[in-house]
């Protein structure tokens, strides 16, 4: 059973940054990030593989990098420029594939329990 622990979140002022981190119990090729805020759809954030292959949502473009330590089992995404609209609880997921992978609709294996973020004008 896949197991992935969330950590990172907090509140902050818009324009600052955080940096989320996501341990996974084992090896995991094609992770991502999801998030959803009260009364919204679920939306992709970013997908990342280990052969360096990255997407990202429209939203997180410029701003989000998502990153992995695969010695680590260990994925990052930090979010800079953050703004109110990135409110959201955010989670970490084990995605089927990044290749041609579509943010909006990206199909999760596993995902874990979630960490807020919080961003006030």
């Known amino acids: 059973q896949v197991k992935l622990v969330e950590s990172g979140g907090g509140s902050v002022q818009a324009g600052g940054s955080l940096r989320l981190s996501c341990v996974a119990s084992g090896y995991i090729y094609s992770m991502g990030w999801i998030r959803q805020a009260p009364g919204k759809e679920r939306e992709g954030v970013a997908c990342?593989?280990?052969?360096?292959?990255?997407a990202y949502a429209e939203f997180a473009e410029g701003r989000f990098t998502a990153s992995k330590d695969t010695g680590k089992n260990t994925l990052y995404l930090q979010m800079n420029s953050l703004k109110p609209e990135d409110t959201a609880m955010y989670y970490c997921?084990?995605?089927?594939?990044?290749?041609?992978?579509?943010?909006?609709?990206?199909?999760?294996?596993?995902r874990g329990q979630g960490t807020q973020v919080t961003v006030s004008s």
């Open positions: 990342i593989d280990n052969a360096g292959l990255t």
């Open positions: 997921a084990a995605v089927f594939s990044c290749i041609n992978v579509n943010l909006a609709t990206m199909e999760v294996s596993h």
